[in-house]
């Protein structure tokens, strides 16, 4: 799950590019449609932003946990697997 943070304002100059281009100019052709699927793993706005806000640990771990909850068996065996060797990595 990747959440970008980034704005345009940093770049006037990308900035004023984008705003210029039409909405039927842009390709989305290539951008997978939502499923029922994206719309269960998807975590509301607000709980998301306070969650950053605070830095609530526990509330980034319920969001884990449904994103986890809701994919399919091979990403949550990939996933497991990437933890468990990360754990590995990381013994003190």
Excluded: C, G, Y
Aim: no cysteine.
């Amino acid at each position: 799950m990747a959440i970008v943070t980034k704005t345009l304002e940093a770049n006037p100059a990308r900035m004023k590019e984008s705003s210029e281009i039409k909405d039927e100019e842009i390709d989305f052709s290539d951008i997978p449609k939502l499923t029922e699927n994206d719309f269960k793993a998807a975590t509301p706005v607000q709980e998301f932003l306070t969650a950053r806000k605070t830095k609530d640990e526990s509330a980034i771990v319920n969001q884990f946990n449904h994103w986890f909850d809701t994919q399919d068996k091979s990403t949550q065996k990939t996933v497991k697997n990437i933890l468990l060797n990360i754990m590995k990595l990381n013994t003190h």
